[in-house]
């Protein structure tokens, strides 16, 4: 049975781990989480990631890890970091995993809202209208003049949890 690896934490990552490991197939989850609800089924073998935030890393843990393996296991990855990450390493880890990915300008396009938001409207597909702002006076004057109901979301959604998006704009996400 060729095994599972899971890249990430939290109910995403437990719902794989359930769903695979019900079936008899070996879960292996890398996760930045000590406590987190996946790290605690019965399903998976957790391994801590050795430096979460450093992609080379991650790389070598992932690839330490596959080692073992005769056969070359499945990598699932459940954020956008984790794509990037994953996209941003194929060449590297496709040697040692299988897992299916699109293009660098797929991820590119679809990974930043406002690159997402000018695709579609170059090409026609129905989306919701699509801002970018540079500054809080920008997001001030859009809460006046945009149509509501309205949500406002950093570039990429992990963005809201990192220091500098903090100390512009607070802890918050939308």
């Given at each position: ?53 450093s ?14 393996f ?23 880890l496709?040697e ?23 695709f ?22 859009l ?5 509501y ?10 963005d809201?949890q ?7 704009h ?5």
């Amino acid at each position: 049975v060729t095994p599972a690896f899971i890249l990430g934490d939290g109910v995403s990552a437990l719902g794989i781990v359930r769903s695979l490991g019900r079936r008899g197939i070996p879960v292996y989850l890398f996760s930045s989480e000590r406590d987190g609800i996946a790290e605690q089924s019965r399903y998976a073998k957790t391994t801590m990631l050795s430096e979460p935030k450093s992609h080379r890393a991650i790389a070598n843990d992932l690839l330490s890890a596959a080692k073992g393996f005769d056969q070359k296991p499945v990598l699932y990855y459940l954020t956008d970091d984790y794509l990037d990450f994953v996209s941003d390493n194929r060449e590297q880890l496709q040697e040692r995993f299988l897992f299916p990915i699109s293009s660098r300008e797929s991820i590119e396009c679809v990974g930043k809202k406002e690159k997402f938001g000018l695709f579609c409207a170059e090409n026609a597909v129905p989306a919701p209208q699509n801002f970018t702002m540079d500054n809080d006076a920008e997001v001030m004057q859009l809460l006046n003049d945009a149509p509501y109901p309205l949500m406002i979301k950093p570039s990429k959604s992990l963005d809201w949890q990192q220091q500098e998006f903090a100390n512009k704009h607070g802890w918050i996400k939308v």
